[in-house]
């Protein structure tokens, strides 16, 4: 067990890792703020350094121990001397960098980074301390390595990426540094880096683990996040804009079918709406069809129908179990990020070690191709109310492609949809999973792998394509709340609208509207929608379901009772901060 040393993570400018703590969020927002400087907490060093205490007398001759004293992959087989075990590791790192494509962002690498150090300083890993030092250095003195996207396996663990990182710590490869690319040896010299010098388990300890594909997923999960909660202040937008009903998301009902992703769905959106002048009571839209029922001789064909279409109506059962996923995938993913992933590990208070598969990525792999489906189920729904707006058959008094002056001579906004179509597409292509995909190799020894940073690549890809259909579908609902009435907005489409409108003004006329696509997206990544409306009605939307901490359901007749605090793990995921 290792033990748990309680410190705050990040705070001011300073991230401090202890290997047990680190969330998603300071993970994230550590790796994209290039002033925040990382540490390690100082009671992890002394079992840094026993571990690797333990790794020298080992590596003596005393055990046979994988990647110690002995070859890797497919000539596992081949025992090593003692002092080849310098020569080795850095041949075992030259060996696995062989990623190509073009190269991830230095925001993701730096990411990878964080993670990887937080995994090491558990101290079971056999790194030497100096040489998780200069690990740390290359980290605050902004040493970013090169790492080219396509090519990992994601069994064992981040082969390549991680190579790409640990050749530069050595001196070879290359880095970029201050805007510029450098040999990885003139990087380090001109930060004022020591390389290191590997020794038995260093370079499998560097390069033998899940941190890129985690750092990714953590990256792609922190975004689908704010994306899914920006997703309801538009949706509520666009159910005021359609004069859809807004009884369909009252609490009492999503009690009675139980899910937490859909009763926090229903209480955002309910919140959402609230003070709107837009939306239709179905229980006055009753009593004025009950009289038309009574008068009326022979069928009768309504002008307002009962009922709003599935995209509207069913807004909660579509989106809340992408809620769910999204929360199953943060509580794996912070396990992982606060994990030992390598292999062996060492255990210096019980003088052993134990050989294992922890460097395997299918606890990411899996996650992040639901992230890519239940994200996708977002542009679909977001596409559909899209389509409404474009139909004015369906959009409730609503000009045809919400093109209201010169109809015809000008063409609204048509041309917006077959952009969001065709994104569309695209998810769901990228929804063919990559965790059941593996192709063995290394002479049948890796002989199944996860392809776990092809899952958050993947993953990554739709959550861009759902920030362009959202952003299209917050102009459709801005450009109808003008021809409605924007003082009938709730206060929270008011301040969506006011949002949209900042970027483009209501269309008049026809004109090329790529570039406010393009920043309505970007604005919706950032998170700065979800800011602004949870500013305005001081409440904070929620992720998933977590006001109650026990449910009953009755099964079968019998009762099965649920702690929905169970499955909310770990900290940093309550409804607070992005991952509220």
Not at 196 to 203: D, Q, R, S
Request: charged fraction near 20%.
């Amino acid at each position: 067990v290792v033990p748990v040393v309680v410190c705050p993570m990040l705070t001011d400018n300073k991230l401090v890792l202890n290997g047990t703590s680190l969330s998603i969020e300071d993970l994230v927002t550590a790796g994209r703020r290039w002033d925040v400087t990382v540490e390690v907490h100082p009671d992890c060093w002394d079992k840094i350094a026993r571990c690797r205490a333990l790794v020298d007398k080992y590596a003596a001759g005393e055990k046979c121990i994988y990647g110690v004293n002995t070859s890797c992959g497919g000539l596992v087989n081949y025992l090593l001397p003692k002092e080849s075990d310098h020569e080795f590791q850095q041949n075992l790192v030259r060996c696995v960098t062989t990623q190509v494509g073009p190269l991830l962002p230095d925001e993701l690498v730096r990411t990878t980074m964080i993670a990887r150090t937080n995994s090491l300083c558990r101290g079971l890993s056999g790194i030497k301390p100096e040489n998780l030092r200069i690990y740390i250095d290359m980290i605050n003195k902004h040493v970013v390595p090169c790492i080219p996207q396509l090519g990992s396996l994601g069994a064992s663990g981040d082969l390549g990426p991680l190579g790409c990182i640990a050749a530069v710590a050595f001196g070879e490869w290359k880095a970029h540094f201050k805007g510029e690319e450098f040999s990885g040896k003139d990087a380090m010299e001109k930060a004022g880096i020591p390389v290191m010098h590997l020794n038995a388990k260093e370079g499998l300890s560097l390069i033998n683990g899940t941190s890129c594909m985690v750092a990714m997923a953590c990256s792609v999960l922190y975004d689908a996040v704010i994306t899914v909660k920006t997703a309801d202040v538009i949706a509520a937008t666009s159910i005021q804009a359609l004069c859809g009903r807004s009884n369909p998301f009252d609490l009492r009902v999503h009690a009675q079918k139980y899910h937490p992703g859909q009763f926090a769905t229903a209480r955002n959106l309910g919140i959402l709406l609230k003070g709107n002048a837009l939306t239709i009571d179905e229980q006055e839209l009753s009593n004025s069809l009950a009289d038309v029922l009574r008068r009326m001789q022979g069928v009768k064909v309504s002008d307002i129908p009962m009922e709003d279409s599935y995209s509207i109506r069913c807004t909660p059962q579509v989106i809340g179990p992408t809620r769910d996923a999204l929360h199953y995938a943060c509580s794996a993913l912070e396990r992982e990020i606060n994990s030992s992933n390598d292999n062996p590990l060492i255990f210096p208070d019980e003088d052993t070690f134990i050989h294992n598969g922890h460097f395997h990525g299918q606890c990411i792999s899996l996650p992040m191709d639901q992230v890519a489906s239940a994200m996708t189920v977002v542009g679909v729904i977001s596409d559909r109310r899209i389509d409404r707006f474009m139909d004015s058959d369906h959009s409730v008094g609503l000009p045809p492609f919400l093109c209201r002056e010169k109809t015809g001579i000008r063409m609204g906004l048509m041309g917006g949809q077959f952009m969001t179509s065709s994104l569309v597409a695209e998810c769901r292509t990228l929804c063919v999973p990559a965790s059941i995909q593996s192709v063995p190799s290394t002479a049948d020894f890796q002989d199944i792998v996860s392809f776990g940073l092809i899952a958050g690549r993947k993953a990554r890809d739709v959550v861009r394509n759902v920030c362009y259909i959202l952003a299209f579908e917050a102009l459709c609902a801005a450009q109808a709340a003008d021809m409605r009435g924007v003082e009938r907005l709730s206060k929270s489409g008011k301040v969506l609208y006011d949002a949209v409108r900042e970027t483009i003004p209501y269309m008049k006329e026809d004109a090329v509207y790529i570039d406010a696509l393009e920043t309505l997206a970007t604005r919706i990544r950032s998170g700065e929608f979800v800011r602004r409306v949870e500013d305005a009605l001081g409440e904070k939307l929620w992720l998933v379901d977590e006001s109650r901490s026990q449910k009953e359901f009755i099964i079968h007749g019998t009762f099965l009772s649920l702690s929905v605090s169970a499955l909310h793990v770990s900290q940093g995921m309550g409804n607070s901060g992005v991952f509220g």
